[in-house]
């Protein structure tokens, strides 16, 4: 990734969207000018958590033995006021 930004004008930004898209995947940034003022900038969007399969969260949550108890139940819903 280049230290400089490329820059699109508007009409060819709207022509290759799916191509700027492709290297903003890729980690670029690029600008998006009109009349060769820069008026936006698109920059690739950084995940918080990756989660794309189930089990994502295999052996990295503790569930205590009673968790989805009756009791348990109770208290929760009683803590949002739920009560039966």
Known sequence: MSAEAVHYNMHDA????????????HGEEIIIDRAGTPVAKVVPLVRRV???????????LDLSDDWDSPATNAEIAAEFGLGE
């Open 50 to 60: 990756n989660r794309t399969a189930i089990g994502s969260l295999s052996g990295k």
């Open 14 to 25: 709207k022509t290759h969207l799916s191509r700027i898209i492709e290297r903003v995947e």
